[in-house]
Structures are given as structure tokens and as C-alpha cells.
């Protein structure tokens, strides 16, 4: 973590018979793929295997051979792919090239984590931590994790506040995607946030905007049905890793918790205890 740079953390299991036979991940830009490290790991027991990837292979001789070359020289079975590579030279022509080989070959779908607060009694509660949003703080460096944050549009004064802090030159802001289910927020409110960050407003129809408008660098989509799905597809090409930020009003976000579990798209539950005590109804 945190030596790759300007290439993605990328880590590789080589499993056979239900026992993983080779194990490997990408180091350091310019040293040997993740791929490399795993298949080398494996020997021969690679041969029929599954390959388990957390990007999917690179199919370009760059600094390091490529990998999908040498995952069908190794004759694997089946790749399992996490996520689509979004560099343009990769971006699907790897998962093509193993499939056009004859390898079986599966994509994972986004991840989803949900982030909330509670009481020590148990209660959800509607704010985070003091310095959680300061450089250091544990929500600021929680973002540095995701493409992209899911937010209640009851939230939209706080926006231009909620991007992380820490200090790096390769930090990329999360997309803003806000929900509004009961479009209490008219469009020059949110637009007046100025994140600086990429914003895309989700409404129902019944709100005044045309989808595809942009009203002060904030997007407007209007949805019939804002569900996770039509949210991710809108708004990623491909799976990127996304936190459910669940203060603000549970009513805009629950349809998209409860397409979380269902579609099983929901993998982490990062739950911060803050030093308070709430009366049971206060949510
Ligand atoms: N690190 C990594 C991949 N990284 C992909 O390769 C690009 C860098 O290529 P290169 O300059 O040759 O290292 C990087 O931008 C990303 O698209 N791919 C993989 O199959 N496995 C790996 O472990």
C-alpha cells in the first residue's frame, strides 16, 4: 500500500482444487505484474487453476510483459476479474483476450461499502466525528478508499465540505452522487455548494430539471426510480468501489441499502462509534 504509484494496487490469487497453490501482488511501477508473482508462485499447479484478480490482466507490454499472455501460456481454466481496468490502453481488451483464448472468464461487480455513526447506546446518528473531515481524520482518509460517495440530498449545504483532506499528489476526490427521493432541494442550492469535486444530482421526475442539465457543474439525472443500479450505471463505465454515506434522510438512501444486500453488492460496513448517548427515539 501506498508504493505503486502511478500504478493501482493489484494483488493475485492462483487457486486449484479449492487450495490456493500461488499468491502474488504488483509491488512497485516497473517491477513485475501481480499475475507474474502469482503464476511463478504456483509452478506447474497453475495448469487448470483459477485465477483470482483484483484488476483485470493487462494485455499490453508496457514496462512488464503482459499478463494476459502469460496467464494463457500457463493454461489457467478460469480468471476472476474484480474490476475492469479504466486505463483506455487495458479498459476490456484483456478480459477479450482471455475469452477470445478460451478461458472462462468472470467480472466482479462494484464495491459497496456503507459508512454510518452511532451512539455507544446504539443509536444511528445523523453527524461524524469532530475531526473526522480534518487531514489525518478517519472519514477524510476513508474517502482516499472510493470513486465515488453516495450522499442524502439533505446534505447538499454541507458538500463543499465533505471531500478528504489528506495530502497527496495523486488524490483523486470521489464523485459526489446525491440522492434526492423527495426533492426538497431545489437545483440552485445544491448547485451554490461549489465542491469542487464532480456532482451528480439524482432526482424523480416530479422535480423541475432535464436530465443531462448542468447547473453549476452539478449534473442533473432524472430517474423514475433511483435504484443502485441505475445509479451506478449512470454514473460509472465501470466498477469502481462506492461508500453509502448514511446520515442525512435515511428516506432517500434506503431503497439503495436495501439494493445493497439484495443484489449482494453491499461487502463492508465501516461503523463509527462516537463518544455520545442518545434517547432511543432520537432517529
Ligand atoms: N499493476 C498491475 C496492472 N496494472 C495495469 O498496467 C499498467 C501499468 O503497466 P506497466 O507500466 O507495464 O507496469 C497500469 O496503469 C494498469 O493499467 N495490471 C495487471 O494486470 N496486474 C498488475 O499487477
Keep these: 500500500m501506498g508504493c505503486t504509484s502511478p500504478n493501482p494496487m493489484v494483488g493475485c490469487v492462483i487457486v486449484k482444487d479449492g487450495k490456493i497453490v500461488g499468491q502474488g501482488f504488483h509491488p512497485k511501477a516497473g517491477q513485475p505484474h501481480?499475475?507474474?508473482?502469482?503464476?511463478?508462485?504456483?509452478?506447474?499447479?497453475?495448469?487448470?487453476?483459477?485465477?483470482?484478480?483484483s484488476l483485470e490482466p493487462c494485455n499490453h507490454y508496457g514496462r512488464t510483459p503482459s499478463c494476459t499472455e502469460a496467464l494463457i501460456n500457463a493454461k489457467e481454466k478460469r480468471v476472476v476479474v474484480g474490476m475492469v481496468d479504466p486505463n483506455p490502453i487495458v479498459s476490456s481488451s484483456g478480459i477479450s483476450h482471455l475469452k477470445d483464448a478460451g478461458i472462462d472468464v468472470t467480472v466482479g461487480k462494484p464495491f459497496l461499502s456503507l459508512w454510518c455513526s452511532i451512539s455507544v447506546n446504539g443509536c444511528f446518528?445523523?453527524?461524524?466525528?469532530?475531526r473526522d473531515l480534518d487531514t489525518g481524520g478517519y472519514y477524510s482518509k476513508l474517502l482516499q478508499e472510493y470513486d465515488a460517495i453516495i450522499l442524502s440530498s439533505s446534505l447538499a449545504d454541507e458538500l463543499s465540505s465533505i471531500s478528504s483532506?489528506?495530502?497527496?499528489?495523486?488524490?483523486?476526490?470521489?464523485i459526489q452522487i446525491v440522492v434526492a427521493s423527495n426533492a426538497q432541494h431545489s437545483p440552485p442550492i445544491l448547485a451554490s455548494s461549489n465542491t469542487g469535486t464532480k456532482d451528480v444530482l439524482f432526482t424523480k421526475n416530479e422535480l423541475v430539471a432535464d436530465s443531462g442539465t448542468s447547473y453549476g457543474g452539478v449534473e442533473f439525472v432524472v430517474l423514475e426510480d433511483i435504484n443502485l443500479d441505475s445509479i451506478l450505471v449512470t454514473v460509472m463505465a465501470v466498477d469502481y468501489s462506492v461508500l453509502l454515506d448514511l446520515r442525512g434522510n435515511i428516506k432517500d438512501l434506503e431503497v439503495l441499502f436495501r439494493d445493497g444486500f439484495e443484489q449482494r453488492l453491499l461487502q463492508k460496513i465501516v461503523v463509527e462509534v462516537l463518544p455520545e448517548w442518545c434517547a432511543r427515539d432520537e432517529r
Design 125 to 130: 446518528l445523523d453527524k461524524m466525528g469532530e
Design 34 to 53: 501481480a499475475e507474474a508473482f502469482a503464476l511463478q508462485d504456483a509452478g506447474e499447479l497453475a495448469e487448470n487453476a483459477t485465477a483470482y484478480v
Design 165 to 174: 483532506q489528506e495530502e497527496s499528489d495523486v488524490l483523486i476526490q470521489p
